[in-house]
T-cell receptor, first 108, second 113 residues
Framework: GQQLNQSPQSMFIQEGEDVSMNCTSS?????WLWYKQDPGEGPVLLIA?????ELTSNGRLTAQFGITRKDSFLNISASIPSDVGIYFC????????FGTGTSLTVIP | DAGITQSPRYKITETGRQVTLMCHQT?????MFWYRQDLGHGLRLIYY???????DKGEVPDGYVVSRSKTENFPLTLESATRSQTSVYFC????????????FGDGTRLSIL
């Protein structure tokens, strides 16, 4: 199946710091999605990107669709404790593929 | 309230037993999906369905059976459960086509002893 390389695998940051994570693929995609999963719950869609170069924000979250269409980036500004969770990138293709996730811990 | 619901939330069973996980969505979404989530593997697609009576295998279909007699329901059955099927199972749905974002249920945590 399609492999999405997501990094970093985990992050431990102080409250108030900014966070950056990215996802890369060897294939070109027309859509990139970012999800967050809270403990004990299912993933929830944060941001959807449909155009190469697109930069989209959702509150303190900003995601970008890479120009090559092979990557995407997610940034979180001024992190707060409720940002804790696992963040997944995802792309639709013949099937739906998810990255392996970035586990974020925010230290108050 | 509209949404996607999974049942049961937790299940413990024994090796060799048959177990069915239920998934129900109220959006009338065409597509439905079953994933399993394990440490180190992220979300892996088991089966998906584009419409009622249409199902296809995903990345890890062995040991699982699905059906979709009605648009709103997509049950997943383990015909003879094995310990390797201990996992958290998520159902998801999306509208129109498989390129649309998926919406997930809260999961079923399944333990097989």
């Amino acid at each position: 199946g399609q492999q999405l390389n997501q990094s970093p695998q985990s992050m431990f940051i102080q409250e108030g710091e900014d966070v950056s994570m990215n996802c890369t693929s060897s294939s070109i995609f027309n859509t990139w999605l970012w999800y967050k999963q809270d403990p004990g719950e299912g993933p929830v869609l944060l941001i959807a990107l449909y155009k190469a170069g697109e930069l989209t924000s959702n509150g303190r979250l900003t995601a970008q669709f890479g120009i090559t269409r092979k990557d995407s980036f997610l940034n979180i500004s001024a992190s707060i404790p409720s940002d804790v969770g696992i963040y997944f990138c995802a792309v639709p293709g013949n099937q739906f593929y998810f990255g392996t996730g970035t586990s974020l811990t925010v230290i108050p | 309230d509209a949404g996607i619901t999974q049942s049961p939330r937790y299940k413990i069973t024994e090796t060799g037993r048959q177990v069915t996980l239920m998934c129900h969505q109220t959006w009338s979404h065409s597509y439905m999906f079953w994933y399993r989530q394990d440490l180190g593997h992220g979300l892996r697609l088991i089966y998906y369905s584009a419409a009622a009576d249409i199902t296809d295998k995903g990345e890890v279909p062995d040991g699982y059976v699905v059906s979709r007699s009605k648009t709103e329901n997509f049950p997943l059955t383990l015909e003879s459960a094995t310990r390797s099927q201990t996992s958290v199972y998520f159902c998801a749905s999306s509208e129109m086509n498989s390129n649309q974002p998926q919406h997930f249920g809260d999961g079923t945590r399944l333990s097989i002893l």
